[in-house]
């Protein structure tokens, strides 16, 4: 009963996420993604899943009303008008005390003055039905994971508007890897065409793997995992794939987790970080459907202020998923915009707060230690801030993705990851070794550009479409 409570906190607040014109800035946006496209499927969809474990034993309403309220499912469309919409006005950030604030070390340029809050246009509730009940707030958890969100059926589109079936993630997933896997089967094909599993052809077999940017410490476990069982003996190609298969998913097994947030702060803060282009805007805007569709206030800061298609884009973002956007002008100090952003999420009463950062190359000190500072900042809003430091890997890369994870989690303390256009041609191999150095959470693959597109990393299925197993 307390579960069907919570999962009910979380679905009588979802709303149907409204197309919303976008106006476009003159000039400056002419290279966004085609915005239109890019936000073309937009149903926000099922967000949270709360596991039993992390609902107290008291977690029944308080309320008695509140209670049979509930459990009437017929009462449920009556709950959605007592959802407050998160309007919020376009004033201007009033003057902030941050310079008292910040110690010395820190010069922060707070963008006082010119951040701005977008208001955000809410959907209508659902029309009221005879006989409301007495209005019910219903508290949230203190802790929720976010899950899977997205069934397939929920994405359908009109026959008419899709004229080719859609890939389902998965699809998208193995299609993506498909080329290194195939050429990882090559590989292996050759090395076993009529040969034994022995000392030379285990050294081949690790060549390729490492080649395939699994990582030395992979390339010897699965060598290891073949040599205990078949040394000496003949072995297909398939039998290599489901061995590597099984190695591989021993590795990601223990960093497929969902990615929890802690609903005690308010707001729970989660710093987006990472390389250029990795897809940090793109993932944020997903993530904040998935949030929002599951009841949760959450508040987004343009924290690139670099670029002003990113600043817009987070803008676009924020009208699809119904999140107001903290943004300032282009150039302005992006620390003292987290800043002022937590200040604005805390009056809002925002649960959580995404804040969007410029791109980066882990190699340029004066833009890490820009990071570094933007962390330290938001530290003194709440010590325990950002609570959730998310790296974005384009899964396009190499080798390199390793040196981002090393420098990004060291200067900016990133504990959770994010691989992205794992729908393209990707690589995909880079994350086991990532996985078996740095140990981090991967929250979820991006397989898209659509709001979807972003699913719950599920170690099985991902090493199954690196080694090419069905
Ligand atoms: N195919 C595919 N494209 C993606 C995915 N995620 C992001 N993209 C695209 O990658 C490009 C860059 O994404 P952004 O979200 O702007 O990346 P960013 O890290 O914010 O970029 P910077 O602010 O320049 O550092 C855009 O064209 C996105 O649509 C994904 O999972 N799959």
């Known amino acids: ?72 499912t017929a009462a449920e469309p009556e709950l959605l008008q007592d959802i407050e919409p998160v309007i919020v006005e376009q004033t201007a950030i009033e003057p902030s005390p941050v310079d008292e604030l910040i110690e010395a070390t820190d010069e922060i340029e707070s963008p006082m003055g010119e951040a701005t809050i977008e208001p955000v246009p809410i959907p209508a509730p659902e029309a009221p039905v005879a006989e409301t009940p007495e209005p019910v707030v219903a508290p949230k958890p203190s802790k929720v994971t976010v899950s899977r969100t997205v069934e397939e059926k929920q994405v359908e589109q009109p026959a008419i508007a899709e004229p080719e079936r859609r890939l389902s993630w998965f699809e998208r997933l193995r299609k993506g890897l498909f080329r290194s896997s195939q050429q990882l089967g090559d590989s292996i094909g050759s090395i076993f065409t009529r040969r034994k599993l022995d000392e030379d052809t285990l050294q081949d077999l690790e ?126 100090d992006a620390a003292g915009l987290a800043f002022d952003a937590w200040k604005q999420a805390k009056e809002a009463g925002s649960d959580v707060l995404i804040i969007d950062t410029a791109g980066r190359l882990q190699n340029r000190a004066e833009l890490m230690d820009e990071l570094a500072k933007i962390v330290r900042v938001l530290g003194k809003n709440d010590p325990e801030a950002p609570h959730t430091v998310l790296q974005t890997l384009d899964a396009t890369t190499g080798q390199n993705a390793l040196n981002q994870v090393e420098i990004f989690k060291n200067i900016a303390g990133v504990n959770g990851l994010v691989m992205t256009k794992l729908d393209g041609t990707a690589r995909g191999g880079i994350l086991v070794a990532i996985s078996a150095k ?24 991902f090493a199954k479409a690196i080694a090419g197993v069905a």
């Open 1 to 72: 009963m307390a579960l069907g409570f919570i999962k009910k906190i979380f679905s009588f607040g979802k709303k149907e996420v409204e197309e919303v014109p976008v106006e476009k800035p003159s000039g400056e946006v002419d290279q966004l993604p085609t915005a239109e496209q890019l936000y073309e499927d937009t149903t926000a969809q099922e967000a949270l899943n709360v596991p039993a474990e992390t609902i107290p034993a008291e977690a029944e309403p308080v309320v008695e009303e509140q209670t049979v309220a509930f459990e009437d």
């Open 207 to 332: 060549d390729v793997l490492i080649q395939a940017d699994l990582g030395m410490e992979t390339a010897i476990r699965i060598t290891g995992a073949l040599s205990a069982t078949r040394y000496g003996k003949d072995i297909s190609t398939e039998e290599v794939r489901t061995i590597m298969a099984a190695e591989i998913e021993k590795v990601l097994g223990p960093v497929a987790k969902p990615l929890e947030l802690d609903l005690s702060h308010k707001p729970h803060v989660i710093l987006v970080v990472g390389v250029n282009g990795t897809g940090k805007t793109t993932t944020i805007g997903k993530l904040a459907a998935k949030l929002t569709a599951g009841g949760l206030n959450v508040m987004l800061a343009a924290g690139d202020t670099f670029r002003a298609a990113a600043i817009e884009q987070l803008h676009i973002w924020g009208k699809r998923t119904g999140a107001p956007v903290v943004s300032s002008k282009l150039g302005a």
């Open 438 to 461: 740095h140990k981090l959470p991967v929250y979820f693959i991006g397989v898209g550009e659509q709001v979807e597109d972003l699913e719950p990393f599920a170690a099985s299925d």
